[in-house]
């Protein structure tokens, strides 16, 4: 193992931290931040939400979430 593996080894863990952090204190960090930041987080997060037809806004139901990021790689991230 090199000097530069060892780093780039303990700044994925470092991230790792920060991401699992963030992730287990979500509603009080989101609840930090300002509607501004809110929606640009949300706009860096979700690429795209579909829902079903519906003849008012408040009918409307979540069909799916398409994410910029893999789901799976998250979950990976907060168990390990």
């Known amino acids: 193992s090199s000097l530069e ?5 303990k700044t994925n863990l470092n991230i790792a931290l920060v991401v699992k952090n963030i ?26 939400i579909q829902v079903y037809p ?4 408040k009918g409307r ?5 398409e994410y910029y990021f893999n789901v ?3 979950t990976n991230l907060v168990t390990a």
């Not at 139901?61 to 979430?65: D, H, N, R, T, V």
């Open 5 to 9: 593996d060892d780093i780039n080894y």
């Open 23 to 48: 992730l287990n204190n979500f509603e009080s960090f989101f609840n930090q931040l300002d509607d501004t930041q809110k929606k640009e987080l949300l706009r860096t997060l979700i690429k795209e």
């Open 54 to 57: 519906s003849k008012n806004a």
């Open 72 to 74: 799976n790689d998250l």
């Open 61 to 65: 139901k979540i069909k799916k979430i």
